[in-house]
């Protein structure tokens, strides 16, 4: 294969990886549909809150913390392996989710398949960046990006009319089909790439990262699971994981065949690029996590509307996200980041205006503009990312991408969701008085509380969802600040350390060098 022509079935191979991966992110979407449903003693597993909650981490543990692992992996042994590896994994652990017996067996698969989309993502993303020339590649991780962001709202959407016909596991044997197609085109169309250097496998840095990241977004998720960062299980695990993380950076510098150059990070454009996937996905996944929440207890929709109230979102990506490259070209990714970051940051402010009645149109354009403008950040940040690292480092890079992507999201769930949580909590510290005593704790904990405890109140319950609603509104307001705040920062950051355009490419779109390349 020509590095600077690329592989010959290049975008058919593509097309492949996005099909493949449209299982790992139709199921990180669609699950938040079906808890309902779960936690149902009759149609479901009768799942506790807690339950429900290790439902979600115990795939977000293992799938964070071995995504550095398997990027390794498929450097040493081979990508096209380990994206058929993950793919049976992924497979067999959503039939077994889907056949759970009780809320413990549908834990543990789900831990299964967190191993599975650990193996899935990174190998999608290097191969992509293998099969494709560098001038090319831009384009190529625009079309994944979207294709992306379509499976973030085919998600909801699928979830809610399979809940509406079918049971509760249905949501998982979905992926059943996909995988089947998916492990049929890579065996047949895509090619298998590897480091061809023997470097040692670096045992001690790999244990490092995982047992670090494992920690870290453990921490994370407490917060999650507490609503308060104040608390031992979620202060020691996160202060030993940054300790561990720390320790594997300084054990990298100083051997000779590390798992991961810690010395990339001097590349600008690398480290501001890793940088801003982080920032933008705490900053953007808090406030869409929550907005589920409103759409289905504050607006009453069923899982189906509020699925397809997440399109415009994707229409925005499927719009943008293939031509981003273009846009970079034209106006360096300094600019392009800089400007999507604030856009961004707009949009999330807006929604500190949003009230209980606000009329939809506004919401879905404000979504449309926050997708058109991650649209312009992600795969130009992901293309600086791979194009900063030699090829045969491609699986390295997407893993480096996608744990930054992963621990900033869930970051950004978490204590956006803290945030939230406290404003609720104070905003319903006067309205349960008339409230059971033994059921106020209900109430005050969560939206999804006040709306069981409601439902069992009668004409008294009417009013209190109402004051639930106001308060869940208002956390939602300080949540979106806090989120557009971190925007911000993201965008200075771009500002100051993200490269212009290469004098090459400026000098290639002057009068001058154009008459010239005319005459020769």
Request: hydrophobic share 55%; net charge neutral; proline share 4%.
């Amino acid at each position: 294969m020509d590095a600077h022509t690329g592989h010959p079935r290049r975008w058919q191979i593509l097309g492949v990886m996005v099909f493949s991966l449209l299982a790992v992110v139709l199921d990180n979407t669609i699950l938040n549909v079906a808890i309902k449903t779960i936690a149902d003693p009759v149609h479901g597993l009768g799942a506790t809150q807690s339950e429900l909650e290790w439902a979600m981490n115990s795939y977000t543990l293992v799938f964070a913390g071995l995504l550095f692992t398997f990027g390794v992996l498929g450097d040493r042994y081979g990508r096209k392996k380990m994206l058929l590896v993950g793919m049976v994994i992924f497979g067999l652990s959503s039939l077994v989710s889907a056949y759970a017996q009780d809320p413990t067996q549908l834990i543990l698969a789900r831990a299964l398949m967190g191993l599975g989309g650990a193996a899935i993502m990174p190998a999608t993303l290097a191969i992509i960046s293998n099969v494709f020339p560098i001038h090319e590649r831009g384009k190529a991780i625009g079309i994944w990006a979207g294709g992306v962001g379509i499976a973030v709202a085919i998600g909801p959407i699928t979830g809610g009319l399979l809940l509406e016909h079918f049971w509760w596991g249905s949501v998982f044997l979905v992926n059943i089909p996909i995988v089947l197609v998916g492990l049929a085109l890579i065996a047949t169309l895509v090619p298998d790439s590897k480091d061809p250097g023997k470097t040692g496998l670096d045992p001690v840095g790999v244990l490092l990262s995982i047992v670090g990241l494992v920690a870290l977004v453990y921490g994370i998720v407490r917060i999650s699971d507490l609503g308060t960062f104040a608390d031992t299980s979620v202060i020691v695990p996160s202060l030993i994981g940054l300790a561990i993380l720390g320790v594997f950076f300084w054990y990298e510098r100083r051997i000779d065949h590390p798992a991961f150059d810690v010395r990339n990070f001097r590349n600008a454009a690398f480290s501001t690029a890793i940088a801003s996937v982080g920032l933008v996905f705490f900053a953007a996944m808090g406030v869409m996590f929550f907005m589920a929440f409103y759409w289905q207890i504050v607006r009453g929709y069923s899982p189906l509307q509020s699925g397809a109230l997440v399109l415009p979102f994707a229409v925005a990506q499927l719009i943008f996200a293939p031509r981003s490259a273009k846009v970079v070209d034209k106006y360096g990714a300094k600019t392009v980041g800089t400007i999507g970051m604030i856009v961004i940051a707009a949009c999330l402010a807006a929604y500190a205006l949003v009230g209980v009645d606000t009329p939809i149109w506004i919401l879905l354009v404000l979504t449309f503009v926050q997708g058109s403008a991650m649209a312009h950040i992600m795969p130009p940040a992901t293309t600086a990312i791979m194009n900063a690292l030699p090829r045969e480092k491609a699986g390295v890079g997407s893993s480096m991408s996608n744990v930054v992507r992963q621990v900033g999201g869930t970051l950004g769930i978490a204590i956006l969701g803290a945030v939230l949580s406290a404003s609720y909590r104070n905003g319903m510290e006067g309205e349960v008085t008339a409230v059971p005593e033994q059921l106020r704790h209900v109430v005050t904990e969560s939206i999804s509380g006040a709306a069981g405890v409601a439902a069992r109140l009668g004409d008294q319950g009417a009013g209190l969802m109402r004051a639930a609603n106001e308060a869940f509104v208002s956390g939602i307001h300080w949540a979106a600040l806090g989120s557009a705040a971190v925007a911000l920062i993201g965008a200075l950051l771009m500002a100051r350390w993200m490269p212009g355009r290469p004098a090459a490419a400026v000098e290639a779109q002057s009068p001058e060098v154009d008459r010239e390349a005319a005459v020769v």
